[in-house]
């Protein structure tokens, strides 16, 4: 579904997810606005975590679903290393293609991906578009506050 597709790649009213991380120092992604819990690293790792959490699902059998929402946060604000804030990018970037190219296939909208839910792929993607974009808008507005935004990849700037 093209539509799917535009909204995971950043098209439309999106902007594009992989541009949103980019151009970032270690400092950056790990600094906190005043009286917000989470980092653009927090950000990142958490939008890694889901993604993981239902292309797993989605290859099966189906991931049980964590007992704490606190499982899908790193501890601390900062990425560890420079390497861990790459690593965490190229992980984003990857399953957003594989995203993608599950949308691409409209025909197994229907299959069943979380049975116990009653959730079938179409459903799973739809719900990665909200989350991506719920946590992306977190992230373009931390940017905005920190004046770096938008990055060199792209972003609308009024």
């Not at 990857?94 to 691409?104: C, F, K, M, S, Y």
């Not at 409209?106 to 974009?133: C, I, K, Y």
Request: with cysteine.
């Amino acid at each position: 579904m093209t539509v799917l597709i535009e909204l995971l790649r950043g098209k439309g009213a999106h902007a594009d997810p992989v541009a949103c991380f980019e151009g970032l120092t270690l400092e950056l992604a790990g600094r906190r606005l005043p009286r917000t819990q989470q980092s653009i690293w927090q950000m990142l790792w958490h939008l890694n975590y889901w993604m993981d959490y239902e292309l797993r699902s989605i290859a099966g059998p189906e991931v049980s679903y964590p007992e704490h929402a606190v499982i899908s946060w790193p501890e601390g604000p900062s990425p560890p290393s420079a390497e861990a804030w790459e690593a965490g990018r190229k992980q984003f970037s990857r399953q957003l293609d594989q995203l993608a190219a599950l949308a691409g296939n409209p025909a197994d909208f229907g299959r069943m991906v979380h049975p116990t839910a009653g959730e079938t792929l179409g459903d799973v993607l739809w719900q990665l578009v909200a989350h991506n974009s719920y946590h992306l808008g977190q992230v373009v507005q931390m940017r905005r506050a920190f004046d770096v935004w938008p990055p060199v990849g792209g972003g609308d700037s009024w």
